[in-house]
């Protein structure tokens, strides 16, 4: 307990304390220590008066003692809509305090992806990646912190932070492990919900809370001691507990009456503190208002309406006030402790000269305001940011609270603010600025392109509300020509990411029949193909291929839609297993110079991703892995140099992880995976990203021989039946399969492999490399059924044949000669080490040299496999090698 002693009226907050203010000594003094690497965070929660605000105060008196920079932010509850509000507190005056060109040079790429969140530069014309704004957020976070150590930021009323802000918050304190800076919140508990919430907590997860409690008794005494003097009674103080209930905020205020008003802190007067402290806050501040006159009253409702950056000059603007009437109201507000003057230690910098004293003052003058007077005001506050420069976005906060009255203008403002807001990276602002624009309403012809934007922009964070909006902006009339094209492209997208895919090709379908013959119908047959080729669970009608090829055979790439037509026949020809020299023929047409087209490249949004990882997945598996491997990295490089940290990358770290798995390289395989499924933790389970990228990185486990790893990463997520609509590569069936025999299952591994085998016949897929279920199958019934693994090896033997690539040739062949013995087996091996020897596969063919250095009893064929299946990480396949040497294998 803190020891009861006078003249501390100044850290009333900090009483009973002792234990979070050591707390908060000892992360300093750690922060502070030349040789650390590591950062800290401390989580002080508590409700509303209970002292959060004086803690920061004093842990900002602490660090700046021991040298340290101190930065701080705070939420607001009537500013939780602002997007970056917080962040853009904590980090922009550090880089405010810069030159354009130094700010450039010093974020590097990242300055414009995160310089607009934080209003440092202008967004560009594309829509930003909200993960990709927020790793930019962090990287800026990073840097400042390197050259500002050692750095405390501090973060109040948390609870009111704007999601964005959060967003930023939970993932810059996952990187505080290795980044020397202190990083201190404060928060109500609740206070918020939804999202918002679910980020808060998992920042408290990873600090531990501490939480704040009311006063005792004994403290309530000495502070009220230590504020009116020793003479305070007994009752007296006790009733001050009483009426305050221990909260320190309440405490002050109520001590402050008493004090002003010049009552004696004795028994015989302690009836009245209860008066005294309804007065002090909440309803109270109405009545304070009240007695400092009209216009004063005028001043901190204008204030409170604004709710950041309050200056005199704007609130004199808003409240209709001369400059001097308003000056001299802001100083009245000051001396009645409604209103201050920014800290000095705070400051960082904004255009405000004025703040509320605490937030909950700010809340309750805001609740004071009529609400029609309210609402008039948000009106007039729109008007009046908007006048001052800082654009539709700012002004959206009030624009959104005024009454629908039919208002064109307000449309058309609400729709510029949505853009505005995409382009920063903030989806959900811009969602609530469209939806207020459906309110007011809009006039019939601009109704449904509302609804079109408004389903743009919810594309990515809430499909199936997508899929509401964009519906409703189809039924309508007044969306024509190339924007309902795009309605149609984005519905169809919003399905795919609603596990809706056959709907989604029924609607291309039903649009392109309302079309005459020409561009666009061929665009709107290319986008269901596309989704027809994704469809895992369809039943493919024996003429699609035939109709696909027929409508591709007379495209020459003359336009991206036929280039489209020529990437979706080549990608179907190669999972049906045709000619893989015909597949790349087709596939190059597609090209311009070897080059993706323009307008098709991977940040273009006309087409898509899923149409880019069909081309190259198509040369992937058709043994052209070198053009394979340059489309990977491309993406992967686009969508990093322009801030797509989502889906799209982790998709490209996938894919990338997918050559290496192709190519041999294990190691740079799994490491590859590994960074696509923690993008792809964020993104969300279950889309068909994470299922890709976890279906590769068991193969690659498995094909490590770390079949332990391997279960443990199928288990932790989640691959496991049911499988997704969208086709995954490779088979994800195939890979469970291999999965379940490598682990002793056999049983279940036979039955996992058998409904691959008929999931392949169902969609048509009969390229032996990707879907190998028929190889893993006749291996496992090799013994049980010897028959029926003959049938399903010469099966494999002829599809590779008919496909014609190295890789499939040299597999199957691997096949047939695990299921011989003798001269017979080791032909065949021997031919298989050809046919690998060839492939761009060297974890086949490094397999293919151990079996035929094991059949053959050669100690330099299996030196050879040796080296190779060390130089791919193929860990289980050297042991393999190693155990046969030992076991006496014959040289040469």
Known sequence: MTEVRPGTAASASLWERDEEVTAVQRAVDALCDEGTTAGGLLVFQGEAGLGKTALLAETRRIAERRGCTVWTARGGEILRSVPFNVVRQLLRPALMSLLEEEARDYLGEWYGIAGPALGITEPGDRQADPQGVCEGLVHVARRLAGRQWPLVLMIDDAHWADEETLHWLAAFVERLADLPVLLVVARRPGGTGGESARLLDAVAAAAGVSDLSSLSPDATAGLTRAVLGPHADAPFCREVWAVTDGNPYDTVELLAKV????????????????????????????????????DATRFAWAAAILGTDISVDLVARLATMDRADAARCAERLRGARILTEPDPATARGDDGDLEFVHP?????????????????????????????????AAASRHLIEVHPDDDEELVDQLRQAAREHL??????????????????????????????????????????????????????????????????????????????????????????????????????????????????????????????????????????????????RGFDAMVRGENAEEVVEVCDRALVNGRLAPGLGWT?????????????????????????????????????????????????????????????????????????????ERVGRGLPL????????????????????????????????????????????????????????TEEGIDELEAAEKAAAVRGHHNPVMAPWAADLARALATEDPARAARLAADVRRQAERFGTDTAIGEALRCAAALETGQRALGLAAQAVTYLEASPCQYEHAA??????????????????????????????????REALRSGSRPG
């Open 360 to 392: 909950l003052i700010a809340t309750a003058v805001y609740n004071s305001i009529p609400d029609a007077l309210r609402t008039a005001m948000h009106g007039i506050a729109a008007q009046v940011v908007t006048d001052s420069g800082r654009g539709a």
């Open 690 to 745: 994470y299922w890709t990228a976890t279906c590769n990185l068991v193969d690659t486990l498995l094909a490590r021989g770390h079949v332990q790893e391997a279960w443990e990463a199928a288990e932790r997520h989640e691959f496991a039946p049911p499988y997704p609509a969208t086709i995954v590569i490779p088979d994800p069936r195939s890979v469970r399969g291999r999965l379940l025999l490598a682990a002793g299952r």
């Open 259 to 294: 004090r002003d008003g010049e009552l004696q802190p004795v028994e015989a007067r302690a009836a009245e503190l209860r008066d005294l402290n309804r007065s002090a806050r909440g309803g109270g501040i109405v009545a304070r208002l009240e007695e400092l006159g009209v």
């Open 423 to 568: 382009a920063v990276g903030a989806p959900e602002a811009a969602r609530r600025c469209l939806e207020r624009a459906l309110r007011e309403p809009p006039t019939p012809e601009v109704h449904p392109r509302v609804l079109h934007e408004l389903g743009c922009a919810t594309l990515l964070t809430a499909p199936a509300t997508t899929i509401e909006h964009l519906r409703l902006a189809l039924s309508m009339p007044g969306l024509d020509g190339p924007a309902r094209v795009d309605a149609v492209w984005r519905l169809s997208q919003a399905m795919l990411h609603n596990n809706q895919l056959e709907e989604a090709v029924r609607t291309v379908e039903a649009e392109a029949i309302r079309h005459e013959p020409g561009p666009t119908r061929l665009r709107l047959h290319a986008v269901q193909y596309m989704w027809e080729g994704l469809h895992a669970g369809a039943t493919i009608s024996p003429d699609r291929s035939q109709r696909l090829a027929e409508l591709a055979a007379g495209c020459t790439g003359r336009d991206n839609s036929e280039r489209a037509l020529l990437i979706l």
């Open 604 to 680: 273009d949004t006309e087409w898509g991703i899923e149409l880019l990882l069909m081309l190259a997945g198509a040369y992937a598996y058709s043994d052209r892995l070198d053009r394979a491997e340059a489309f990977y990295t491309e993406a992967l490089r686009a969508y990093e140099s322009a801030g797509w940290n989502g889906g799209h990358l982790a998709l490209a770290h996938a894919y990338v992880g997918l050559g290496h798995r192709r190519r041999g390289r294990l190691r740079d395989a799994e490491a590859s995976l590994r960074e696509s499924l923690r993008i792809a």
């Open 848 to 881: 293919a040299r151990v079996e035929y250095g094991i059949l053959s009893g050669s100690a330099a064929e299996l030196d050879r496999g040796l080296a190779l299946a060390r130089s791919c990480g193929a860990d289980g396949l050297a042991d393999r090698a």
